[in-house]
């Protein structure tokens, strides 16, 4: 799909959402018509795909050994898309747990699941995410048939009352809710299959998948935009569910509890054990039976009033099926209130007796995971800060190249003084020469981090000064605005972001190969260059050579170079295997001025030979 094309999706969304509030039967039956089409479809397929091979079957009949053949072309054939349809996502992972090993914890779920006629879970799993969620796993694809997973994190449960944990619970068990809103539910789940069969549609490369891959391409990216409206709704429907089932004050403090504490999380409780590899050998830690504790010493009153109201000046984006904090809260008629469990008071008490166990195991499994990878980056910072060092000294005795100078800034962020000294490196940098793009984004990058919004100018220097980093910058931007609580800008940055990524693909497939019917223009290399790029070719044998650059019409600013060349010649004899390995080592060994595609000018590529001769001034051997 192309930006233009999400664009016209993103204003058809909008539309739809104003049809849904305004004529909310008509819409819905408009969903059902797009969700039928799919079904239909399929139906159409399958049915003609199995007629054929009933036809098949029966002519063997008749047809004898004819009948054979043709169904032995047919019967695999139907295989393939029988396989390609039967897209099963991957079930959760965690801790799996019974009502033997938290009684409380499942008397509650069994209470929300009957007040909800909800489905059964089949699996309840403990996890080491922020995070608690309803995952249904269809086993027969987009036939349904679900297995219901409830999982749910342990980071969750200890920094939430028992209270707020309910409400948290009963918000995930109304996506599965019966009733009145059993419609906004299938939609819900049908939204999330269909976008699951076209991602594996175009990740499998199987013949099985030619039928539909470009009827879903064009099918699954509609569906979406019109069942948008009702994706959102479902989850102002799960918080009116929620607050219906426990309490709406519940609900609010679990609503701004997990937006306070997300970014406590991301900000602070991680970063700070995994900075602890810049000091110790190896991870002497358990994350998880510390939380409540260091939640209570590292938080307070300043920090959670900053986060807060971060997240209630961030505004719910026109693509996002999750509202924003602020409008949930005015959509149940609640005011923000942030209360914190008290130190082994949280909601993983709900899990005893298997409690400590469960914390103990989910610790070991961090250990084991990050320990290589701990060992590693504090090896890394041993050596980073010799590096630092040499700098620092050497820069006290003469300056350094603007090379080493941006190394050493990069170095006192991650192992010095940090960010403030990264930052006035770096302006030092831009001092001395202020046009240096990489130096714009580096510090640009950091004065964002620390929400400064100068950091904006630099990234928009970028755009201009380094056209490689303009995807990186245009990123940063989008997250910054969206951190910031600004979606419009998050989405006008996105919006330039898509379409420079979408470019970036049609230049790579422009600068995958060349043709006879492109059109070369001049290298434009200086005779330094030229000199020196002569006697590489001259070492492995070349007689003649020619550079040119393929005028490109996709990042025409990027230049692409095309190197042709002659090895054969009065005593060599023309081999395809010998002349293609002298291609491979030319790439691989000889320095370009830039990116450069090589290729022999022999047998069936005589034709670019006299192409290049016609370019001026392209002869370089």
Same mark, same amino acid.
């Given at each position: ?209 030619? =039928? ?7 099918? !699954? ?75 209570? @010493? ?87 800060? @010799? ?29 010095? @003084? ?141 230049? =692409? ?53 016609? !370019? ?6």
């Amino acid at each position: 799909m192309t930006h233009q094309d999400r664009l016209r999706l993103d204003a058809q969304s909008e539309r739809l959402e104003t049809l849904a509030r305004e004529h909310p039967r008509t819409y819905r039956m408009q969903v059902a018509g797009l969700a039928l089409l799919g079904y239909g479809y399929l139906g159409l397929m399958l049915t003609l795909l199995l007629g054929l091979l009933a036809l098949s079957a029966a002519s063997v009949i008749y047809l004898k050994a004819l009948g054979v053949k043709l169904l032995l072309l047919i019967a695999p054939f139907v295989w393939l898309v029988a396989r390609a349809l039967w897209v099963r996502p991957e079930a959760p992972t965690g801790l799996a747990i019974t009502a033997a090993d938290a009684p409380e914890l499942f008397a509650r779920i069994e209470r929300l699941r009957t007040a909800l006629s909800a489905p059964r879970f089949h699996r309840v799993l403990i996890t080491d995410d922020f995070n608690a969620a309803v995952s249904q796993v269809p086993r027969l694809g987009l036939f349904g048939w679900q297995r219901n997973y409830l999982v749910i994190g342990l980071p969750l449960l200890k920094t939430l009352t028992p209270e707020q944990f309910e409400a948290v619970l009963a918000h995930e068990f109304g996506h599965l809710a019966g009733g009145h809103a059993a419609f906004a539910t299938w939609l819900y789940r049908l939204r999330l299959a269909w976008e699951r069969l076209r991602h594996a549609l175009e990740t499998t490369q199987s013949a099985g998948t030619i =039928l539909f891959r470009r009827f879903f391409a064009w099918f !699954v990216p509609r569906f979406s935009a019109y069942s948008f409206p009702l994706a959102r709704a479902n989850e102002y429907e799960a918080d009116a569910v929620a607050a219906q089932l426990t309490s709406t004050r519940a609900l609010a403090q679990a609503l701004t509890a997990v937006n306070v504490l997300d970014s406590y999380f991301s900000e602070r409780f991680w970063p700070g054990i995994h900075a602890q590899a810049n000091h110790r050998p190896e991870p002497a830690f358990t994350p998880f039976a510390s939380i409540d504790l260091r939640l209570h @010493a590292e938080i307070n009153a300043e920090l959670c009033s900053q986060w807060l109201d971060h997240a209630l000046a961030t505004r719910t984006g026109r693509s996002d099926t999750h509202p924003a904090l602020g409008d949930r809260l005015q959509a149940i008629g609640a005011e923000p209130e942030i209360r914190l469990p008290e130190p082994g008071a949280g909601a993983d008490c709900l899990l005893e007796p298997a409690r400590a166990e469960l914390i103990r195991r989910l610790d070991q499994a961090w250990h084991d995971t990050i320990a290589a990878d701990w060992t590693r980056h504090y090896q890394e910072t041993l050596e980073n800060r @010799a590096r630092l060092a040499e700098l620092d000294q050497r820069a006290n005795i003469e300056p350094l190249s603007i090379d080493e100078a941006i190394e050493r800034a990069g170095l006192e962020r991650r192992v010095g @003084a940090g960010l403030d000294a990264a930052i006035d490196q770096y302006r030092n940098v831009l001092a001395a020469e202020p046009e240096h793009g990489i130096a714009h984004y580096l510090l640009g990058n950091c004065l964002l981090e620390r929400n400064d919004p100068d950091g904006i100018a630099h990234m928009e220097r970028v755009l201009v000064l380094n056209d490689e980093l303009c995807p990186h910058a245009l990123d940063a931007l989008a997250r910054f605005h969206a951190r910031m609580g600004d979606p419009d800008a998050a989405e006008r940055s996105q919006d330039r972001l898509d379409a420079r990524l979408e470019e970036e693909r049609a230049a790579a497939i422009e600068r995958s190969g060349v043709r006879r019917s492109d059109r070369f223009i001049p290298s434009g290399i200086d005779d330094a260059t030229r000199t020196a790029l002569a006697q590489a070719l001259r070492d492995h044998g070349v007689r003649e050579a020619w550079l040119v650059r393929k005028d490109c019409r996709h990042l025409p600013q990027r230049p =692409l170079y095309v190197l042709g060349f002659r090895y054969t010649g009065r005593l060599r004899v023309y081999h395809a295997r010998t002349v293609n390995a002298v291609v491979s080592r030319i790439a691989e060994t000889v320095s370009f001025p830039g990116e450069t595609l090589v290729l022999h000018t022999e047998a069936s590529n005589t034709g670019f030979r006299r192409k290049f001769r016609r !370019v001026p001034d392209s002869r370089v051997l």
